[in-house]
């Protein structure tokens, strides 16, 4: 079997998916190449997959002819739905989506992507989160819907024991971006420097990703509440570097926190966990499938900051919580998250779609 998986570029939370199942479903014994339509430093991160960098159609339609593949998972782009079948793809079409940013946005996409998802695609793949999984209901009643958890390298990415840091750390990742909501993240830094002025914020921002006009905006506000001393940014970070980073802030009496409107999965905060590293977030649905407030892990209501302010302050001050958070969370992780059982699922999904290990 050999299958295509597709996105715009390998950055963010795609590029680490993509990363981890190919690698998962390689050693199972499936044939998996990337396409991305544009490079970004995600590409470094890739390894022993055949990847393909191009957004021209004679390229792409030659890749295809060529490689002759099972199927195809198109995250994303639905415009390339159309062009694979205006090129001759009479296989598998798989439309996969991880996340279109908060609640309306995502509503008006999946308006305009259903068209193209229901005259061109076989089946559609979500994460087990509720609001993809249920606007895809009501647009794409007469397609296939699959929703399973993403996996994680449980084996390979997991916490590392460093010499820890005299000052407590704040860890944030994402984009400059609106629905990233980097600005609670600002705000409650500077709230909880106030009440610890040893503190350091540590932002990884993948800045291939970046709103210009955000960032003009974060810079600014940057300025405003002085938190330069005490910002560190960290940009394009190699991904299995971050279990380094993840493990670090854990140690050193610190927490990730995670601000989103809306998330699809939220790689960046099951990969904390995994670190045994506490996470701090918004309710952003696609989190609920691995924080389970005050065991795995906590939240706090969205834009109230005294809110969030307590509950960072009991998270790094209570030592039975903290103790609990990053035991609860590791465990977690490493039971319901395993590429063993991403393989498993994905692999039936094909089978119901008729495509066999096989084939």
Same mark, same amino acid.
Not at 226 to 242: A, C, D, F, G, T
């Given at each position: 079997? !050999? ?6 570029? =390998? ?6 998916? *993509? ?27 890739? !390894? ?13 339609? $030659? ?12 995250? /994303? $782009?639905?415009?390339? +739905?159309?062009?694979?079948? *205006?090129?001759?793809? &009479? ?23 259903? =068209?193209? @998802?229901?005259?061109?695609? *076989?089946?559609?793949?979500?994460? $087990? ?17 699959? /929703? ?19 000052? =407590? ?11 990233? *909501? ?12 106030? +009440? ?12 291939? +990703?970046?709103?210009?006009?955000? &960032? ?18 960290? /940009?394009?970070? =190699?991904?299995? +570097? ?58 706090? &209501? ?52 008729? @495509?066999?290990?096989?084939?």
């Amino acid at each position: 079997m !050999k299958l295509l998986f597709t996105f715009y570029q =390998p950055s963010g939370g795609m590029g680490t998916l *993509n990363h981890i199942r190919c690698e998962a479903l390689q050693q199972a014994g499936v044939t998996c190449h990337l396409l991305y339509s544009n490079y970004s430093e995600g590409y470094k991160n890739i !390894k022993g997959i055949t990847t393909f960098i191009t957004n021209q159609d004679d390229e792409i339609r $030659d890749i295809i002819q060529k490689e002759a593949y099972d199927a195809i998972i198109v995250a /994303s $782009d639905y415009f390339l +739905l159309e062009k694979l079948r *205006n090129i001759g793809y &009479k296989g598998t079409i798989i439309y996969e989506v991880q996340g279109f940013g908060d609640w309306e946005t995502s509503r008006q996409t999946i308006q305009t992507v259903a =068209p193209y @998802v229901i005259t061109h695609c *076989n089946a559609v793949l979500l994460p $087990d989160t509720s609001h993809l999984v249920s606007l895809f209901k009501s647009h794409t009643q007469s397609i296939k819907q699959f /929703s399973f958890n993403n996996p994680l390298d449980t084996s390979n990415f997991r916490y590392i024991a460093y010499p820890i840091k005299p000052c =407590p750390i704040i860890g944030w990742v994402g984009r400059i971006e609106h629905n990233k *909501n980097w600005s609670d993240f600002l705000e409650i830094g500077y709230r909880m420097i106030d +009440l610890n002025p040893h503190l350091y914020l540590w932002m990884f921002v993948d800045t291939d +990703l970046s709103d210009p006009s955000e &960032k003009e905006r974060f810079e600014s506000r940057v300025d405003q509440l002085e938190l330069r001393p005490r910002l560190i940014r960290y /940009s394009n970070v =190699p991904q299995r +570097l971050m279990a380094d980073y993840y493990s670090i802030i854990g140690d050193s009496g610190g927490f990730l926190c995670s601000t989103s409107l809306l998330e699809g999965f939220g790689y960046a905060v099951a990969e904390a966990l995994l670190c045994r590293c506490p996470v701090l977030a918004t309710d952003s649905d696609g989190v609920r499938s691995f924080i389970f407030h005050k065991k795995t892990g906590m939240f706090y &209501k969205r834009d109230d900051i005294d809110d969030a302010v307590q509950k960072a302050n009991d998270m790094m001050t209570i030592k039975s919580l903290r103790t609990t958070l990053r035991e609860s969370g590791e465990m977690h992780i490493v039971k319901h998250f395993s590429v063993d059982a991403y393989v498993r699922n994905f692999i039936s999904m094909l089978k119901n779609l008729g @495509v066999h290990p096989q084939s």
